[in-house]
């Protein structure tokens, strides 16, 4: 009898408790389709907002990754797995940029170090696939020299300004904010914070806070990156945190509950407007060399870079302009077929003027010069 009367009294429990356990498993996120996408560790994901973290000792990592070079400089260099310091590299010029694609609404946290402290940081791209892009540099010297501003400058910068003062086929950069303070040691360890909330930013390192709003274009979505400009960069850990567009969660075909509350509360970024830069500052050419960006000036630093003779320059500079116009074009409709096309032509015309030696010196200035902005595909 007594054994019956627990029974009774377990019963209505147990059935309470599968009851339970059966809403748990009905409310509880799928997380196997996101953790699939990613080689990171997918800390959370509600609401399309992810928090991924990165611990680049494992290789495996950077096939979240994509190299990228939105700088057009013509040096070379990129990112790699360095296994004997259980790091991610970067050497050179480019950038390496995480293949997800968030809205204006991110952060970036991660530790670094460089033998050569300058000229490294973060990069905010546009999602979208246009050229305008958010730098985050420490102790700049590259983009100083376009006009002639201090060097070793910490600078928030928009690089691709939409500015009406552009000529046509310029490229321009606004500095947003500066700064000289702290001075970097080499090899130091420092841990950098990036963060894009709406039209506001935020750079913090080594105890330094920058602030700045966007000025001279907006970019709605955008895809975190490391870059390095003639310079060093080791990563050893990175956490992203941010909200995934729809867009790209559709193409990689990841789930999400539409009906999911974002309950994360970022917080939103106080700009000191005391500290932000005039709007007559910061106006510079962005490119190798620091030239202008023009069809015409390119093509005379293709024939500067093959080194041409003066009668080269007259059968070679014709050809150089047709194509350059048209490859403009091609890019910025971005018929990928045509610019390749073009290309192949124009390699025939040119051996038709000049020797096969020579016109190869000239097809690979013509990379330099007229290569893709982005480098890479989405």
Known sequence: MRFLLALLFLLPLSVAAGKESKEEKKTSPDLSAVKAAFQGKVVSFKARRITLEYDFAKKECLADFLTANPFRDSARGGFRHDEKLGVLAGEGVGAFAHKGVFEADVELKFSMTSRTPNDVGAVLLDGGGSDQFLLFSLADTYFCKKDRQTPRQHMITMVGADDSGAARDETLFRYLSRSTKPTL?????IDVEVRKFGPNNLFKFAGKKM??????????????AFFVLNSSLRVTKLSISGKLTEKWLKRKRIPWDPEEVDDAKPGEIKVDKSKQEPDRGGRGRRGGRGGSRSVEGRVDRVMDGAELTEKERERVKPLLTDYGNDAVAAARDGDHKRLQDLKNDLEKKLRKVVSGRK???????????FGSRRGWGR
């Open 211 to 224: 602030t700045a709003a966007d000025r001279y274009g907006k970019l709605e979505s955008v895809q975190p």
């Open 185 to 189: 040691k080499a090899g130091k360890k």
């Open 359 to 369: 016109a190869k010196k000239i097809m690979n200035e013509v990379n330099k010069q």
